[in-house]
């Protein structure tokens, strides 16, 4: 069995193994720059879904404050279990096809029910 390596970030590392190249913890890439979290929006292209995040911008000029979503294509390595409606923390990579240049890293729905809390 492989034993999951260190990524530089502290997260769970995942429980099965992958042959995945463009895994971070089984295969060889890397991952840098920011780290986002977000919610799980589709899950039909293979080793990728589409994650959703909600932004919250104050305007100046009507001081109001303005909800944005975006969302963004991030690759799935096969370790890692993930539904649709699940929190995901996801990080930057190098780009691995045109529209995807994130990873996701740890699965924040599952591992916040493992610890018991709230």
């Not at 840098?32 to 039909?44: A, P, Q, S």
């Amino acid at each position: 069995m492989k034993e999951a390596r260190n990524i530089g970030i502290e997260v769970v590392p995942p429980q099965r193994t992958c042959e995945d190249e463009a895994c971070p913890f089984h295969g060889h890439l890397k991952v840098r720059g920011i780290i986002l979290e977000g919610r799980v929006f589709k899950k039909y292209m293979r080793n990728t879904v589409v994650v959703e995040r909600d932004v919250v911008l104050y305007v100046r000029k009507y001081k109001r404050h303005m909800r944005k979503r975006k969302r963004m294509s991030v690759h799935l390595p096969p370790c890692i279990d993930v539904e649709v409606g699940d929190l995901v923390r996801f990080a930057e990579c190098r780009p691995i096809s045109k529209t995807v240049s994130f990873v996701v890293i740890e699965n924040l729905t599952r591992t916040r029910g493992m610890t018991g809390g709230a």
